[in-house]
């Protein structure tokens, strides 16, 4: 299973970004998705979590993105999207995506990491 993501770039603050991260291999379901970033010379942390249940999709968000970030996803193509409205520079991070998914019916629930995408933002 790979996670490839994309999208990152530099923009003003104010600006918005939209991140994708497409889950692609042997995928028999997916348990969550989720967007992490690192600023430079902190640690990385949580900023968004899509949940798959069986009555819909739950998103989580930490409270410094709330109300400016949106996560969403594509069931069918097994990716995850990260609209970032409202951008500041304290955004300014690499921003990694991971899944937690089964292989197959009988496998267990393993993560797994794409590589990170740069945003930058300016002020």
């Known amino acids: 299973v790979q996670l490839q993501a994309s999208g990152g770039g530099l923009v003003q603050a104010g600006g918005s970004l939209k991140l994708s991260c497409a889950a692609s291999?042997?995928?028999?379901?997916?348990?969550?998705m989720r967007w992490y970033r690192q600023p430079p010379g902190k640690e990385r942390e949580l900023v968004a979590k899509?949940?798959?249940?069986?009555?819909?999709?739950?998103?989580d968000y930490a409270d410094s993105v709330q109300g400016r970030f949106t996560i969403s996803g594509d069931s069918a193509e097994n990716t995850v999207y990260l609209q970032m409205n409202d951008l500041k520079p304290d955004d300014t991070a690499v921003y990694y995506c991971?899944?937690?998914?089964?292989?197959?019916?009988?496998?267990?629930?393993?993560?797994?990491w794409g590589q990170g995408t740069q945003v930058t933002v300016s002020s």
């Open positions: 899509l949940t798959r249940w069986t009555t819909g999709d739950v998103s």
């Open positions: 991971a899944a937690e998914l089964w292989t197959s019916e009988v496998s267990g629930r393993n993560d797994y």
């Open positions: 291999g042997t995928i028999f379901s997916v348990a969550n």
